[in-house]
Nanobody, 124 residues
Framework: EVHLVESGGGLVQAGGSLTLSCTASGFTLDESAIAWFRQASGKEREGVLCYTRSRLSIYYEDSAKGRFTISIDNAKNTVYLRMNNLKPEDTAVYYC?????????????????WGQGTQVTVSS
């Protein structure tokens, strides 16, 4: 059975940092594209950035450029989202998602598996 389990969310002050983790079980991430989405209260889920099969980063949220980075530890079958210089507008539930064909898209439709989400709250 396939699972994605996220962790690492929490409350942080503006300017602080967090690292979110997304660990996969039931399959390996090697050939997949892995994306991070977020959904603020009352808003639609939006793509933040994605890691292609060839491990290039594609940013869908301009404000994340220069602050957020994605990385993967294949041995742990875990992908990470490092978020620096956090801002109150980054407050949202963050989700990891896997696209098993290895292709990144900014929309939610083509992602096969989703994590349960982890809350990130940035105080001003």
């Amino acid at each position: 059975e396939v699972h994605l389990v996220e962790s690492g969310g929490g409350l942080v002050q503006a300017g602080g940092s967090l690292t979110l983790s997304c660990t996969a079980s039931g399959f390996t991430l090697d050939e997949s594209a892995i994306a991070w989405f977020r959904q603020a209260s009352g808003k639609e889920r939006e793509g933040v950035l994605c890691y292609t099969r060839s491990r290039l980063s594609i940013y869908y949220e301009d404000s994340a450029k220069g602050r957020f980075t994605i990385s993967i530890d294949n041995a742990k079958n875990t992908v990470y989202l490092r978020m620096n210089n956090l801002k109150p507008e980054d407050t949202a539930v963050y989700y990891c998602a896997v696209q098993t064909e290895g292709v990144c898209t900014g929309g939610t439709r083509r992602y096969s598996y989703w994590g349960q989400g982890t809350q990130v709250t940035v105080s001003s």
